[in-house]
Antibody, heavy 125, light 107 residues
Framework: QVQLQESGPGLVKPSETLSLTCTVS?????????WGWIRQPPGKGLEWIGS???????YYKPSLKSRVTISVDTSKNQFSLRLTSVTAADTAVYYC??????????????????WGQGTMVTVSS | SYELTQPPSVSVSPGQAASITCSGD??????ASWYQQKPGQSPVLVIY???KRPSGIPERFSGSNSGNTATLTISGTQAMDEADYYC??????????FGGGTKLTVL
């Protein structure tokens, strides 16, 4: 079955860059779908950060766009998140997820159907 | 930017139906999805494309979407359904967006 697993540092200093990787097993990223990053600050709701289409097209939350980069490495079947200039407000559980839908560029109907277990990232000096 | 609004909390008695609403401008013209999240766990997709249930989701979960409101209904609510529920949609101004979440309490 399809599984996603986040990995990366659990502690990042303020003003530095947060980098996380999502390793996908059971499905080739290059075959299709969108692949997204979502975060959840402690005690708060879900916030979509950004997504990448299997072809490489990227989509970012407007308020985070200047700090976010999502990339894909099909040879490793991984996609990654970089968030620059982090502050305490970026402290959260970060999830990666598959967004499945039918047809090409089906973004309007894409739902987050498979999620990773999440990884806690704390921004602190 | 596009926003989805949910009530912070909903309470229901065991065996009764629970309805959780999600409001957004012309939401009925978009596809709504719903996620269940229990404490310490990752979210689980329970409804997609307004009314469809993924494999393994009980039939008591159903969805509708019309006008400015999408609704998740849980019929015959069980104690195991107590969780946070989030709606989600896509809009050209914000791409994917989640509602603020609703805590469902089964009393």
């Amino acid at each position: 079955q399809v599984q996603l697993q986040e990995s990366g540092p659990g502690l990042v200093k303020p003003s530095e860059t947060l980098s996380l990787t999502c390793t996908v097993s059971g499905y080739a990223i290059s075959s299709g779908y969108y692949w997204g990053w979502i975060r959840q600050p402690p005690g708060k709701g879900l916030e979509w950060i950004g997504s990448i289409y299997h072809s490489g097209s990227t989509y970012y939350k407007p308020s985070l766009k200047s700090r976010v980069t999502i990339s894909v490495d099909t040879s490793k079947n991984q996609f990654s998140l970089r968030l620059t200039s982090v502050t305490a407000a970026d402290t959260a559980v970060y999830y990666c997820a598959r967004q499945s839908c039918s047809g090409d560029f089906c973004y309007s109907s894409a739902a987050f159907d498979i999620w990773g277990q999440g990884t806690m990232v704390t921004v602190s000096s | 930017s596009y926003e989805l609004t949910q009530p912070p909390s909903v309470s229901v008695s065991p065996g009764q139906a629970a309805s959780i609403t999600c409001s957004g401008d012309k939401l009925g013209d978009k596809y709504a999805s719903w996620y269940q999240q229990k404490p310490g766990q990752s979210p689980v997709l329970v409804i997609y494309q307004d009314t469809k249930r993924p494999s393994g989701i009980p039939e008591r979960f159903s969805g509708s979407n019309s006008g400015n409101t999408a609704t998740l209904t849980i019929s015959g609510t069980q104690a195991m359904d107590e969780a946070d529920y989030y709606c989600q949609a896509w809009d050209s101004s914000t791409n994917w967006v989640f509602g603020g979440g609703t805590k469902l309490t089964v009393l």
